[in-house]
């Protein structure tokens, strides 16, 4: 955190002055003699140093005393603005194994409930597509800053058959701006910022491989977010009889960790809404400095307030 006016800081040097002369004068020796019948019950009243009741309306106003100081310095700290330079694909997985019930009500309507969720958390004008992959991968929306044409694209996807990791990566590297999967040159310096949030119940069993397909995300400096969505007990049944369904972990880890993105982990619907709750808060936005004054004057607000009202019900108890 930083101050426009930090010369106004030391005006917080006389806080324990005042702390001091507070003290000083809640010990300073009667001026008058009363008789009173419990002289020792007044004694030991005289000698009681700390009370609630007096004291902490005190202290909190000193607080808010030093409160308004630092809020007439003008601070400044790292603020979260939009950043819609980024761009966004989201790659969800739409194999036959999304309709497994293990993740209520089934993994395929949390997966689209969750991704509309994380599309709602971005900020507007920010650009994102839309890819779906079951035996191939195919681009439903290319990148765009009409969020409710790709939650429109989100509600008509349908299932197939297939798990295809590595195409599901490779259609969305290459429908991002500036980003070739096919080049064998590494990007130029500061290319435009972009990342892949990718989500899957099941195992890669397709072409093209998909931890070298990370290695072309990684090149192409494409940050990729693996999202692993299901139980150990979710199963399905087709016409060729019944089948356990799960996703593959190492490989999800390794996707992440190649492209310097990040790994979850979703075993419930609550779960997976609030990964995606997350990256919407996230990915899109970035930090930068700016000035705080309006919060440091109200909590100074708040603190006067809160010093006035436990010194007047004190008072009304007393």
Not at 113 to 139: D, H, M, W
Not at 246 to 259: C, H, N, V, W, Y
Request: aromatic content about 6%; cysteine-free.
């Amino acid at each position: 955190m930083s101050f426009t006016w930090t010369w106004l800081l030391l005006a917080l040097l006389f806080i324990p002055i005042l702390a001091w002369l507070y003290l000083r004068n809640q010990s300073r020796p009667a001026e008058s003699v009363v008789l009173h019948p419990d002289a020792e019950f007044l004694q030991r009243i005289g000698q009681k140093r700390f009370s609630k009741g007096r004291d902490i309306p005190a202290m909190v106003f000193l607080l808010a005393i030093a409160m308004s100081v630092v809020a007439l310095a003008r601070p400044n700290a790292p603020v979260p603005v939009p950043d819609n330079k980024t761009t966004i694909m989201l790659a969800l997985d739409v194999s036959l194994s999304m309709d497994a019930k293990d993740i209520v009500p089934t993994r395929f309507i949390a997966a689209q409930e969750a991704a509309r969720l994380f599309i709602k958390q971005l900020p507007k004008g920010t650009k994102i597509g839309l890819v779906s992959f079951a035996g191939y991968a195919a681009v439903n929306v290319t990148p765009t800053a009409d969020h409710d044409e790709v939650i429109k694209a989100i509600d008509e996807l349908s299932l197939g058959r297939g798990t295809a990791i590595g195409a599901g990566i490779r259609e969305s590297v290459g429908a991002l701006p500036g980003r070739n999967p096919d080049a064998q040159t590494k990007l130029e310096k500061n290319p435009p910022p972009v990342a892949v949030v990718l989500l899957t119940d099941g195992r890669n069993n397709r072409e093209p491989d998909p931890i070298e397909m990370a290695g072309m995300a990684r090149d192409q400096q494409v940050k990729v977010y693996t999202v692993g969505l299901g139980t150990e007990s979710g199963s399905i049944n087709l016409e060729n009889g019944g089948f356990r369904v799960g996703f593959d972990p190492e490989t999800l880890k390794t996707i992440a960790s190649t492209t310097g993105g990040q790994y979850f982990e979703a075993r419930s619907a609550g779960q997976l809404n609030a990964v995606y709750k997350s990256l919407g808060r996230s990915i899109g936005w970035t930090t930068r400095p700016g000035e705080v004054t309006h919060l440091a004057a109200a909590l100074a607000g708040i603190l006067l307030f809160v010093s006035l009202a436990t010194g007047e019900l004190n008072r009304r108890v007393v």
